[in-house]
């Protein structure tokens, strides 16, 4: 299995929704990042975990609560957005290993989400 | 000055040619450098990755770094029309970054038949 997944792929909410955003995978990595993307924009880094510790947080607004409940899950907890944080999320991956070489990142398929 | 920055683009070549994308970055320290393809809609797919100095090729794919002159280029030969994207280059620092990838702006390609 060499692939991330994101479900859901569409997501249309109200600002005064809660949901969820869940990635996975299971090539054994213990890195996993949540981007965000605007159109015509590159993607923007919000949080990283590392071995299921919030490593990095990106000063990423508080309505959105980065959870990695194991090694092949992670989720991003979505309440009270407003329409600007419309934007592809993109969930990615990567070994940590300590080799002389690198490793690259792979990303998921996406979830387009709509806030109206 | 912007950390990686990539030619504005839009590019475009005939079928066939030689595309040549550039990016710079300013970070001394970076390790590592990707590019990464991204069609419409989509998300973004690795096709390249180099750490060390020099070329490294797959395919019709070729990317070269110079680490003293902070440059890294992607050439892409024999332009198909499904080589019509957005290349993103990305640069990973040094360090304990957790692999944080900063993105540079993308050059939109169109390959014309």
């Known amino acids: 299995d060499t692939e991330v997944t994101q479900t859901p792929k569409h997501l249309v909410m109200g600002m005064t929704n809660k949901k969820s955003l869940k990635c996975e995978q299971h090539?054994?990595?213990?890195?996993m990042y949540w981007y965000k993307q605007k159109a015509k924009k590159p993607p923007e880094l919000m949080f990283v975990?590392?071995?299921?510790?919030?490593?990095i947080n990106e000063s990423v607004p508080s309505r959105f609560s980065p959870e990695c409940p194991n090694s092949s899950l992670l989720n991003l907890h979505l309440h009270a957005l407003q329409p600007e944080d419309s934007a592809l999320y993109l969930c990615?991956?990567?070994?940590?290993?300590?080799?002389?070489?690198?490793?690259?990142?792979?990303f998921g398929p996406g979830t387009r989400l709509t806030v109206l | 000055q912007k950390e990686v920055e990539q030619n504005s683009g839009p590019l475009s070549v005939p079928e066939g040619a030689i595309a040549s994308l550039n990016c710079t970055y300013s970070?001394?320290?970076?390790?590592?450098f990707f590019w990464y393809r991204q069609y419409s809609g989509k998300s973004p797919e690795l096709i390249m990755f180099?750490?060390?100095?020099g070329d490294k090729e797959d395919g019709r794919f070729t990317a070269q770094l110079n680490k003293a002159s902070q440059y890294v280029s992607l050439l892409i030969r024999d332009s198909q029309p499904s080589d019509s994207a957005t290349y993103l280059c990305?640069?990973?620092?040094?360090?304990?970054?957790?692999?944080?990838?900063?993105f540079g702006q993308g050059t939109i390609l169109t390959v014309h038949p």
């Open positions: 990615a991956s990567r070994h940590l290993w300590n080799r002389g070489e690198d490793n690259e990142q792979f």
């Open positions: 090539m054994g990595h213990r890195a």
């Open positions: 975990y590392s071995y299921e510790k919030l490593s």
């Open positions: 970070d001394r320290g970076s390790q590592s």
């Open positions: 180099i750490y060390s100095n």
């Open positions: 990305a640069v990973r620092a040094g360090g304990t970054s957790y692999g944080k990838l900063t």
